[in-house]
Nanobody, 123 residues
């Protein structure tokens, strides 16, 4: 059974920080590209960050660049998304997704998705 599980969401005020975690079960993240997506009601799903299987390719959307940092913990088979200086527009359900296309950061073919973790940023 292949599974990814997100955690770390919560409700915070603008300017505060959260760290999301994506734990993989049944496979090693060393063989998968991992992306974080988010979706809010009435908005398109947006990929906010990606890290390749090797870790050599890291991507951020323009909306989060400079505020979010993605990292991989090989020993724990986890990927983290550190989110700093959060804004209300960061509100949404954040999903971790894995792609077995190991080269770089694919734009599609993410076959393993977590259930999501809610992030709410409001005053």
């Amino acid at each position: 059974q292949l599974q990814v599980v997100e955690s770390g969401g919560g409700s915070v005020q603008p300017g505060e920080s959260l760290r999301l975690s994506c734990a993989a079960f049944g496979f090693t993240l060393d063989l998968y590209a991992i992306s974080w997506f988010r979706q809010a009601p009435g908005k398109e799903r947006e990929r906010v960050s990606c890290i390749s299987s090797s870790g050599r390719t890291i991507l951020y959307s323009n909306s989060v660049k400079g505020r979010f940092t993605i990292s991989k913990d090989k020993a724990k088979n986890m990927v983290h998304l550190q989110m700093n200086r959060l804004k209300p527009e960061d509100t949404g359900v954040y999903y971790c997704a894995a792609s077995s296309i190991r080269a770089g950061c694919p734009t599609s073919d993410y076959e393993n998705w977590g259930q999501g973790t809610q992030v709410t940023v409001s005053s």
